[in-house]
């Protein structure tokens, strides 16, 4: 297990996070699998960051979304200015493991990426995922416009009922707009299983199906 410790399942205060740095990682600016950009301008396109649990699997799982033109990773929702991914292990950053998901609404809804997030992961489960534990798994949606806000709020009470018929607890994803600011990962986490298709992969959901009848579409 990574990330094992009751203090990294608390949130650390401001004072307490580590400094960072100033200047961004280095970030080789290809997509492995499809050769878009990673970062940049996508007009057309919307952007959502999504946290569940390891990143790795997660990636894997939107760049598969027919749809979505590009993804990236990334750490999120804390305070430590561009952290390495050993910094945000310790639990002393604040952040969330992230994936940028950049998708074309005309060809894949904004239902279908939240159902798509819900159904990958389970959002029940506070400052962990599975065996991975620690604050840096917590499930999040960050969203970068209004509507993507009030549909991601309207999609989790859609899914919280069908949780809720399944013996489940309450979902406790941080939904939050606007979005945090976004810190770009290692190039060596980028579509890590794409580059390393035996690796680990803790993605992992409740069997529980998410409804897509409600106008989520922001």
């Known amino acids: ?21 100033a200047e961004p990682l280095p970030l080789h600016n290809v997509h492995f699998v ?15 960051d999504l946290g569940l649990g390891c990143f790795w699997g997660a990636e894997r799982r939107f760049w598969q979304l027919p749809g ?9 929702g804390g305070y430590t200015p561009n952290p390495t991914y050993e910094e945000s292990c310790t639990g002393l950053t604040g952040h969330t493991e992230v994936v940028r998901v950049v998708f074309d609404p005309a ?3 904004l239902a279908t990426v939240l159902a798509t997030f819900w159904e990958s992961h389970d959002p029940t489960q506070g400052m ?9 798994y917590r499930s999040a949606i960050y969203c970068h ?20 018929a399944a013996g489940y607890g309450p979902i406790t994803t941080e939904i939050v707009h606007p979005a945090p600011p976004f810190y770009y990962a290692e190039d060596y986490h980028q579509q890590y299983l794409a ?14 199906s998410c409804p897509l009848g409600l106008d989520v579409d922001g």
């Open 68 to 76: 979505v033109v590009t993804t990236a990773v990334g750490y999120q």
């Open 128 to 136: 962990r995922q599975g065996n991975d534990v620690g604050t840096c």
């Open 34 to 48: 499809n050769g878009q950009p990673l970062r940049g301008q996508f007009p057309g396109m919307q952007t959502i």
């Open 1 to 21: 297990m990574r990330g094992i410790g009751a203090f990294k399942q608390r949130l650390p205060a401001p004072e307490d996070a580590l400094p960072g740095r």
């Open 195 to 208: 580059k390393n298709p035996g690796g680990y992969c803790g993605l992992g959901g409740t069997g529980v």
């Open 145 to 164: 416009s209004p509507e993507q806000f009030a549909a991601a709020r309207s999609s989790a009470a859609a899914y919280q009922q069908q949780l809720d």
């Open 107 to 109: 060809r894949v809804s």
